[in-house]
């Protein structure tokens, strides 16, 4: 099955110590999304790709970074995180083309900062 | 700019009973609509969409929601729960023309009782 992949699904980092957090799809989406999810609260945008343009949301801190290489493959890096940083990070993707404009979430990593 | 108010942060019913969990959205233009389920520890899962057409959009689960231009609202039903529906549900936006960002609702726990 077509689908959003993330790796880890769980992931452990030391305050200030860098961290990538990894998505994969095989759907062919020309859009790809990193959200950022603390507990009971709704996922809040970080930033987009919209094919190879990089669409960063005005709050997003500078902290967090992203990468894209190919269509299939998007990273979220985190420069030196936080214990506010402790969240689920969400990967989602979208073909924003004709009308289906719904976004696929892949299951999220769960970060833990100590 | 778009926001979504989901009039519920927690909704409890007894197996079996309907359920409606509310979401009013506001928006100077023209808008898509969404709801999301999201399981525990999971990412999130389209439950329906409205795009255009009719007002009344059927999903998955059985679930169904209606769209209310003249009350900007989009409150979502199900006229018989289960057990398997406990999750947290999440209203969601977008812009019709322009950014492809989804802006969320901050969530309902909807808990199904015995």
């Known amino acids: 099955d077509a689908m959003v992949i993330q790796n880890p699904r769980y992931q452990v980092t030391q305050f200030g110590k860098p961290v990538t957090l990894s998505c994969s799809q095989t759907l062919n989406h020309n859009v790809m999304y990193w959200y950022q999810q603390k507990s009971s609260q709704a996922p809040k945008l970080l930033f987009h790709y919209y094919d190879k343009d990089f669409n960063n949301e005005a709050d997003t801190p500078d902290n967090f970074q992203s990468r894209r290489p190919n269509t299939s493959f998007c990273f979220l890096d985190i420069r030196s995180p936080g214990l506010g940083d402790a969240a689920m990070y969400l990967c989602?993707?979208?073909?924003?083309?004709?009308?289906?404009?719904?976004?696929?979430f892949g299951p999220g990593t769960r970060l833990t900062v100590t | 700019a778009q926001s979504v108010t989901q009039l519920d942060s927690q909704v409890p019913v007894f197996e079996e009973a309907p359920v409606e969990l509310r979401c009013n959205y506001s928006?100077?233009?023209?808008?898509?609509l969404f709801w999301y389920v999201q399981y525990p520890n999971q990412g999130l899962q389209l439950l329906l969409k409205?795009?255009?057409?009719?007002?009344l959009v059927k999903g998955i689960n059985g679930f169904e929601a209606e769209f209310n231009k003249s009350q900007t609202s989009f409150h979502l039903r199900k006229p018989s729960v289960h057990i398997s529906d406990t999750a947290e549900y999440f209203c969601a936006v977008r812009l019709i023309q322009g950014a492809q960002k989804l802006v969320f609702g901050q969530g309902t726990r909807l808990t199904i009782n015995p």
């Open positions: 928006s100077s233009v023209s808008v898509y």
């Open positions: 409205y795009l255009s057409g009719s007002t």
């Open positions: 989602a993707t979208s073909r924003d083309i004709g009308t289906s404009y719904e976004q696929y």
